[in-house]
């Protein structure tokens, strides 16, 4: 008997206002898939490369000309060693290996359903990161706090070169000191 079971992989970002719960953006991402093969099977093997670690943010995802026309640059999301376009910040988001306050990863799962959602939240509290402006008011696009990627990466000692699990573009959100930011990145895996 030979078992044929296929596998889907698909991720989706929820950015709002953590106050308000305003929606900053919506959309579905990109999934590394060499990477992504590889943490699974390092995860379950019980292997420390594996596991989801950090989420990385940067703001080279897109351009926006004078008139206000934003252009999207594809995803990254082939070559082991391919990262954000600008990375400017990282979170931990593993809450076994110290996550701040409101980072965490959660599994959930349905009784009976073929598959699994991976839950990785986590929250740009007002001062964080250091260095930001006061107001979400920015006439520059690529300052370093004006978020238009974000992409998961899996464990390293230097969660700035884990490897970059799934990759999402969209149009620039800015991190001030007025507001705070509630990510919430699912990872659907499914067996069919």
């Known amino acids: 008997m030979k078992d044929n079971a296929a596998s ?54 897109s351009t926006v000309n004078g008139l206000g026309i934003i252009t999207y640059l594809p995803p990254n999301i082939t070559g082991s060693a391919t990262n954000l376009y600008n990375p400017t910040y990282h979170v931990v988001v593993d809450d076994n290996r110290s996550a701040p306050t409101g980072n965490t990863l959660a599994v959930r799962h349905t009784q009976n359903a073929f598959f699994s959602d991976v839950i990785v939240t986590a929250t740009l509290g007002f001062g964080e990161p250091a260095g930001q402006s006061s107001f979400d008011d920015a006439t520059d696009m690529e300052q370093e706090f004006v978020f238009d990627e974000i992409g998961l990466k899996s464990f390293n000692l230097d969660a700035n070169i884990g490897s970059l699990l799934s990759h999402v573009i969209f149009h620039p959100i800015q991190k001030s000191l007025n507001r705070s930011i509630e990510i919430i990145y699912t990872i659907r895996i499914q067996l069919t």
């Open 8 to 61: 889907k992989i698909t991720g989706h970002i929820l950015i709002r206002d953590a106050e308000t719960k305003n929606v900053l953006a919506d959309k579905t991402n990109a999934i590394h898939s060499e990477n992504m093969s590889i943490a699974l099977a390092s995860s379950l093997a019980n292997r420390s490369i594996g596991p989801i670690y950090s989420m990385a943010f940067g703001n080279g995802g």
